[in-house]
């Protein structure tokens, strides 16, 4: 199915978006706020317009990649009147709230929008791992997802404008968590004079491997922490891990989770 799409935003993401567009065969249309970043984009056969309108009256669909719900808002507030009648879909990462209320003040336009959360990078955009979420209503949802396909499984998670922003917050979350735990592991092996990377090859990388279907699986909200976790046994390896990050020097700072997970097996051995 062919399809008119027209990308708002040619950053790293926008670039890979189009990129993944243009290769499925879809009419893509792109802009930028800095003209010239279309690289092989035009070569390929993407149109580049020279304006937001002009992009946006080109397009069926239009896909909107910038950097924050600000820059949506400045680029689309000049030309929301013209806006009636079309269908937008935001990529932009931004707050749940942002999202709702960027729905609500488009809808007060007649604008239709299926807000978006990338979960790729963009070398991953279009490959099999990668996957959009989407929120908004279902049946605009299920319209627009083959023409969506070819940048990631489009995989929808409410009507809830906010939903894929909240979902996309908390994954990043749950990845910026194991990075401060990787930073905080090879830092302990380097300020200790170890070979920080055969670590990572032959122990962190295994070990995480093995471990990540139960950090998923036991990632809990309550206050009380399963006993085949047993508490007490996970809060004082846990002060053996800040112990040896004290005798390592490594910054305060990047045990921080430790600290925290500390915190929530003494809170639960108080509870038991
Ligand atoms: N890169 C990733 O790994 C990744 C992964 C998932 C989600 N995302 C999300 O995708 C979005 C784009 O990321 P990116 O990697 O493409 O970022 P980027 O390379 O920094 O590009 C930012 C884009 O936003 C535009 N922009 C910034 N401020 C603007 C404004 N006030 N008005 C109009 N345009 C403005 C820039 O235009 P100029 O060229 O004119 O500055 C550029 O096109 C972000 O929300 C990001 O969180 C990125």
């Known amino acids: 199915m062919n399809t008119r799409i ?17 290769e499925a065969g879809h009419e893509v249309t792109v802009w930028n706020r800095t003209p010239g970043k279309a690289g092989d984009l035009v070569g390929r056969g993407a149109r580049e317009a020279r304006s937001v309108a002009e992009a946006v009256r080109a ?15 400045e ?7 013209e806006l009636e009648g079309r269908t937008l879909v935001n990529l932009t990462s931004g707050s749940a709230e942002q999202a709702r209320e960027l729905a609500v003040w488009l809808e007060g336009y007649g604008v239709r929008l299926l807000a978006g959360g990338i979960m790729a990078v963009p070398p991953t955009v279009g490959t099999e791992g990668a996957f959009i ?9 299920e319209r627009l997802a083959p023409v969506l396909a070819p940048i990631g499984r489009p995989q929808w998670v409410g009507e809830d404008q906010g939903f ?21 592991a090879v830092s302990l092996v380097h300020a200790s004079g170890g ?3 055969r670590f ?7 070990w995480m491997e093995q471990m990540l279907v139960f950090m998923v699986a036991g990632a809990d909200v309550s206050e009380t922490v399963p006993e085949e976790f ?30 925290a997970s500390l915190w929530r097996m003494r809170r639960a051995v108080a509870m038991n």
């Open 6 to 22: 027209s990308i708002l935003g040619l950053g790293a993401m926008g670039r890979a978006l189009a990129s993944a567009f243009v």
């Open 59 to 73: 397009a069926e669909v239009t896909v909107v990649c910038l950097l924050n719900d600000a820059s949506v808002r």
């Open 75 to 81: 680029t689309l507030a000049p030309i929301v009147a």
């Open 133 to 141: 979420l989407y929120s908004g209503a279902r049946e605009l949802f």
């Open 164 to 184: 894929a922003a909240l979902y996309d917050m908390a994954a990043l979350s749950g990845m910026y968590g194991m990075s401060a735990g990787t930073d905080h």
């Open 195 to 197: 070979d920080v990377e």
């Open 200 to 206: 990572k090859r032959e122990v962190l990388q295994p």
């Open 230 to 259: 047993n508490a007490a046994m996970q809060a004082t390896g846990l002060e053996t891990m800040i112990a040896t990050s004290e005798e390592a020097g490594v910054h305060a700072e990047l045990a921080g989770h430790l600290r």
